[in-house]
Nanobody, 126 residues
Framework: QVQLVESGGGLVQAGDSLRLSCAASGRTFSSYAVGWFHQAPGKEREFVAA???????NYADSVKGRFTISRDNAENTVYLQMNSLKPEDTAIYYCAARGNCLGYGCYQRPNRYNYWGQGTQVTVSS
């Protein structure tokens, strides 16, 4: 079992940066892939970024070049560094964990993630 807790969200202005953290429990955390998803009011949950157990990364087109996902297995934590934030980034951000899979597309589908955090709110003002 894996338990995930997100933190680091807040209210910022466009162009600012935030670093989100996803703290995980479990001795086998390093074997899981971890994804970040966000959900704005009235919209579906969308893929943001993912990192595999081997630290390969994948990003949604909307955040590529602005966001960076990383992991520190010694601390059981995955990070999402968000730079050049835009109002369109405003959403609740969730981290999730799943077993590793093959190909970029499999990490973008939320239905196969087994564990989810409670979410952290990111609000970007103009």
């Amino acid at each position: 079992q894996v338990q995930l807790v997100e933190s680091g969200g807040g209210l910022v202005q466009a162009g600012d940066s935030l670093r989100l953290s996803c703290a995980a429990s479990g001795r086998t955390f390093s074997s899981y892939a971890v994804g970040w998803f966000h959900q704005a009011p009235g919209k579906e949950r969308e893929f943001v970024a993912a990192i595999t157990s081997g630290s390969s990364t994948n990003y949604a087109d909307s955040v590529k070049g602005r966001f960076t996902i990383s992991r520190d297995n010694a601390e059981n934590t995955v990070y999402l560094q968000m730079n050049s934030l835009k109002p369109e980034d405003t959403a609740i951000y969730y981290c999730a964990a799943r077993g590793n899979c093959l190909g970029y597309g499999c990490y973008q589908r939320p239905n196969r993630y087994n564990y989810w955090g409670q979410g952290t709110q990111v609000t970007v003002s103009s």
